[in-house]
């Protein structure tokens, strides 16, 4: 494997050898630090399970390789990786999987460990949505995400990626995740606060992560987590459980913060060790029961992960001082969401009682009902899913409702696998035998694509533009 040429700044070479347990090999960090990132991936079995996903995906060659402490995660080497992306993969274009570093699928099973099933929960710092989507996978869609984006550039992103896998339990708020204490104390059972932070964990991905590095900066950088965690804290319940993770290796981001949190509030919060979460986290655990992982011990990123639990109440912060704003949904009255739900249902659109119907304008949407007592109390900048627009003739089903509602296997119009390379290009589709119906969820390899309206003998592509692809796509098919 062709070795990455990294930079490693002295002072950043001293705080390693300082943070390092005796037990571990100078000399294994710097090499593994050299040496390119391993792909994973992790499967989303919201649309599938990891059996079938592995029986599917047998005739391509891929090696997989199982990630110790996540069911649905494996190590990936293909052998045709320079040809086409795996991004460009029919399965990930269907959100059957999702492209995702080995290290950051562990906040999430630290956050779902020892069975806790947390129904409403916050992930801080969500983009692009690796974890956001691995929650929603463990809460199987009910319950209710609160997913926060600081960066609006980054939002459009985190969407997409939620839409693809099929996700109908998150909520979407862009804001600076230090607000939250104060606009909705003691509102989750979990928090994930997957920290921004100074990145040393990732050179293996990005060999220049650490051109700009220095102590100072990172000093910065804790004081600003140091409020985050504070913030999260105080939005978190009594008996709730925090994660605290980063992708940075010094302890002034990682142990200082969590202790600076536990000096702060002694009576109100607990470490819950994470010796147990998989088989071999000894070898990456601290005194203080944390994971610090150097990328030498499982080959993979940095990474560090805290799992906490609030044991009382504290006091609350002020009240925030911005206003929330009208509201701009109203709840369906029972005989029109009667009538919304039998129509969705004659096209294959069903969902259960976690998610209500609300109406704005013409448009129709789908919100987690556990997100509603939160509504009035913060902004969001996406909420649920978007449904139907509403017509003279009846409902106009929106894409992202077809993704993450059409029932798999069961329905729809089956496309050849070069028809629907067409239809993720954007064209439109002409099927030897056309379906009789006006209008039909096109699927492939039994999973929804999108809907399509019959005209003539073509079927009209709703592909939403921005998620239109070009290049090669599904060689591994051929």
């Known amino acids: 494997m062709a070795q990455n040429s990294v930079f490693l700044p002295d002072d950043f070479l001293l705080q390693m050898r300082a943070a390092m347990p005796a037990e571990l090999s100078f000399d294994d960090f710097l090499a593994a630090c050299q040496r390119p990132l391993r792909r994973s991936i992790r499967v989303n079995t919201l649309k599938i399970t990891v059996a079938d996903f592995l029986a599917l995906v047998a005739p391509y060659g891929w090696q997989l390789t199982p990630v110790p402490w996540c069911a649905e995660g494996f190590w990936i080497e293909r052998e045709d990786e320079d040809a086409l992306p795996l991004g460009s993969t029919a399965e990930h274009l269907s959100g059957l999987f999702y492209i995702q570093e080995a290290s950051s699928m562990l906040p999430v099973a630290a956050l779902f460990a020892d069975g806790n099933q947390p129904q409403r929960v916050m992930d801080v710092a969500a983009a692009p949505g690796s974890k956001t989507t691995q929650i929603a996978a463990r809460m199987d869609n009910e319950g209710a995400i609160l997913a926060n984006e600081f960066s609006a550039s980054r939002v459009k992103v985190l969407h997409a990626n939620i839409s693809r896998c099929g996700i109908r339990n998150v909520a979407l708020t862009h804001f600076d995740g230090r607000v939250f ?26 060999p220049d992560a650490l051109k700009n590095w220095s102590v100072a900066s990172n000093l910065d950088i804790a004081a600003t987590q140091r409020e985050l965690i504070d913030s999260a804290f105080h939005a978190l319940r009594p008996g709730g459980t925090l994660v605290y993770s980063t992708c940075t290796l010094n302890r002034d981001e990682n142990e200082a913060v969590v202790a600076w949190l536990l000096a702060q ?214």
């Open 181 to 206: 204490g104060a606009a909705l104390p003691e509102a989750f059972d979990a928090i994930l606060l997957d920290a921004p932070c100074s990145g040393e964990g990732v050179v293996r991905k990005d």
């Open 265 to 478: 509030y002694p009576q109100a919060v607990e470490v819950v060790s994470l010796q147990t979460l998989f088989a071999e986290a000894g070898q990456a655990l601290t005194p203080e029961g944390y994971l610090h992982v150097f990328p030498q011990i499982f080959d993979c990123e940095g990474f560090f992960v805290a799992r906490l639990r609030k044991t009382a109440s504290i006091p609350p912060l002020p009240a925030p001082g911005y206003k929330v704003g009208k509201f701009p949904f109203t709840p369906m009255k029972t005989r029109e969401s009667t009538a919304v739900t039998e129509a969705a249902a004659r096209s294959g659109l069903r969902w259960d009682r976690t998610l209500t119907l609300w109406q704005r304008d013409k448009e129709i949407w789908l919100f987690p009902a556990e997100i509603e007592p939160l509504i009035g109390k913060v902004r969001f900048s996406r909420l649920g899913l978007r449904l139907a627009e509403t017509h003279n003739k009846g409902f106009r089903w929106q894409h992202e409702a077809i993704i993450a509602l059409a029932e798999s296997h069961t329905s729809g119009f089956a496309l050849t696998l070069g028809e629907a390379e067409e239809w993720y290009r954007g064209r439109d589709v002409y099927p030897e035998n056309p379906p009789k119906e006006d209008e039909v969820i096109v699927t492939f390899q039994g999973f929804p694509l999108g809907i399509a309206k019959k005209v003539g003998s073509r079927l009209k592509n709703s592909y939403p533009r921005e998620l239109v692809r070009d290049g090669r796509l599904f060689a591994s098919n051929a």
